[in-house]
Protein backbone atom coordinates (compact mmCIF):
# COMPACT_ATOMS: atom_id res chain seq x y z
CA UNK A 1 0.00 0.00 0.00
CA UNK A 2 1.13 3.50 -0.82
CA UNK A 3 2.13 5.94 1.98
CA UNK A 4 0.25 9.49 1.36
CA UNK A 5 0.13 12.54 3.48
CA UNK A 6 -1.99 14.93 3.31
CA UNK A 7 -1.79 18.50 3.52
CA UNK A 8 -3.01 22.32 2.55
CA UNK A 9 -6.41 22.81 4.74
CA UNK A 10 -7.79 25.34 6.60
CA UNK A 11 -9.70 28.28 7.38
CA UNK A 12 -11.52 30.00 4.57
CA UNK A 13 -14.77 32.34 3.78
CA UNK A 14 -16.94 31.10 1.25
CA UNK A 15 -16.10 31.53 -2.16
CA UNK A 16 -12.20 31.14 -1.32
CA UNK A 17 -10.33 29.03 -2.47
CA UNK A 18 -7.49 26.10 -1.41
CA UNK A 19 -4.79 24.12 -3.09
CA UNK A 20 -4.74 19.92 -1.09
CA UNK A 21 -1.98 18.33 -1.29
CA UNK A 22 -1.34 14.60 -1.29
CA UNK A 23 2.29 13.51 -1.46
CA UNK A 24 3.46 9.79 -1.79
CA UNK A 25 6.36 8.89 0.38
CA UNK A 26 9.44 7.73 -0.59
CA UNK A 27 9.73 4.52 -2.24
CA UNK A 28 7.29 5.37 -3.98
CA UNK A 29 6.06 6.50 -7.60
CA UNK A 30 2.57 7.96 -8.13
CA UNK A 31 2.34 7.97 -11.63
CA UNK A 32 2.34 4.01 -10.78
CA UNK A 33 -1.17 4.97 -8.58
CA UNK A 34 -4.65 5.76 -9.24
CA UNK A 35 -5.34 8.59 -6.41
CA UNK A 36 -8.63 9.38 -5.08
CA UNK A 37 -9.57 11.96 -2.16
CA UNK A 38 -12.90 11.77 -0.40
CA UNK A 39 -14.07 13.71 2.36
CA UNK A 40 -15.91 12.83 5.83
CA UNK A 41 -17.72 15.63 7.67
CA UNK A 42 -18.67 15.60 11.02
CA UNK A 43 -22.11 12.71 11.57
CA UNK A 44 -21.46 11.94 7.57
CA UNK A 45 -20.62 8.86 5.97
CA UNK A 46 -17.36 9.40 4.11
CA UNK A 47 -18.04 10.82 0.33
CA UNK A 48 -16.11 10.53 -2.66
CA UNK A 49 -14.56 13.80 -3.79
CA UNK A 50 -12.78 13.37 -7.13
CA UNK A 51 -10.29 10.64 -8.43
CA UNK A 52 -7.55 10.29 -11.18
CA UNK A 53 -6.23 7.61 -13.13
CA UNK A 54 -2.87 6.02 -13.48
CA UNK A 55 -1.58 7.56 -16.05
CA UNK A 56 -3.60 11.15 -15.11
CA UNK A 57 -5.55 11.15 -18.40
CA UNK A 58 -8.94 10.88 -16.74
CA UNK A 59 -10.48 12.37 -14.02
CA UNK A 60 -14.14 12.30 -11.86
CA UNK A 61 -15.57 14.04 -9.84
CA UNK A 62 -18.67 14.03 -7.68
CA UNK A 63 -21.36 15.90 -8.88
CA UNK A 64 -21.39 18.71 -5.77
CA UNK A 65 -17.64 19.70 -6.65
CA UNK A 66 -17.69 19.04 -10.23
CA UNK A 67 -16.72 22.39 -11.98
CA UNK A 68 -15.53 23.85 -8.82
CA UNK A 69 -12.91 21.64 -7.80
CA UNK A 70 -10.10 20.29 -9.86
CA UNK A 71 -7.72 17.03 -9.46
CA UNK A 72 -3.77 16.76 -11.10
CA UNK A 73 -0.44 14.97 -11.00
CA UNK A 74 2.57 16.65 -10.67
CA UNK A 75 4.87 13.70 -11.35
CA UNK A 76 8.12 15.47 -10.82
CA UNK A 77 6.75 16.42 -7.35
CA UNK A 78 5.33 12.84 -6.64
CA UNK A 79 2.19 14.78 -5.90
CA UNK A 80 -1.56 14.86 -6.41
CA UNK A 81 -3.23 17.96 -5.80
CA UNK A 82 -6.97 18.74 -5.49
CA UNK A 83 -7.20 22.39 -6.31
CA UNK A 84 -10.90 23.78 -4.77
CA UNK A 85 -12.50 27.23 -5.78
CA UNK A 86 -15.56 28.62 -5.11
CA UNK A 87 -15.72 26.88 -1.61
CA UNK A 88 -19.09 26.27 0.01
CA UNK A 89 -20.11 25.99 3.71
CA UNK A 90 -21.29 22.34 2.86
CA UNK A 91 -17.42 21.68 1.58
CA UNK A 92 -15.99 21.77 5.35
CA UNK A 93 -14.83 17.93 6.22
CA UNK A 94 -11.92 16.23 6.69
CA UNK A 95 -10.06 15.85 3.32
CA UNK A 96 -8.08 12.41 2.88
CA UNK A 97 -6.31 11.05 -0.17
CA UNK A 98 -6.00 7.21 -0.81
CA UNK A 99 -5.36 4.78 -3.53
CA UNK A 100 -7.82 3.62 -6.42
CA UNK A 101 -9.51 5.40 -8.22
CA UNK A 102 -13.55 4.00 -9.75
CA UNK A 103 -16.53 5.54 -11.11
CA UNK A 104 -19.71 5.06 -11.34
CA UNK A 105 -21.85 6.85 -13.71
CA UNK A 106 -19.39 8.99 -13.87
CA UNK A 107 -18.69 9.66 -10.13
CA UNK A 108 -16.18 8.69 -8.02
CA UNK A 109 -16.77 5.82 -5.72
CA UNK A 110 -15.38 5.96 -2.35
CA UNK A 111 -11.94 4.61 -1.73
CA UNK A 112 -11.19 4.15 2.29
CA UNK A 113 -7.85 2.52 3.07
CA UNK A 114 -7.41 -0.41 4.94
CA UNK A 115 -6.54 0.18 8.47
CA UNK A 116 -5.32 3.57 9.78
CA UNK A 117 -6.62 6.73 7.30
CA UNK A 118 -3.49 8.96 8.37
CA UNK A 119 -5.50 12.40 10.22
CA UNK A 120 -6.35 13.98 7.02
CA UNK A 121 -6.12 17.33 6.13
CA UNK A 122 -9.22 19.86 7.70
CA UNK A 123 -11.27 22.15 5.29
CA UNK A 124 -13.52 24.83 7.46
CA UNK A 125 -15.45 27.32 5.26
CA UNK A 126 -17.48 29.33 7.37
CA UNK A 127 -18.14 33.54 7.77
Known amino acids: QVQLVESGGGLVQPGGSLRLSCAAA?????????INWFRQAPGKEPEGVSC????????WYADSVRGRFTIAKDNAKNTVYLQMNQLKPEDTAVYYC???????????????????WGQGTQVTVSS
Open 52 to 59: INQRGENT
Open 98 to 116: SEGCTSVNGRPTVHTPFGS
Open 26 to 34: SGFTLDNYA
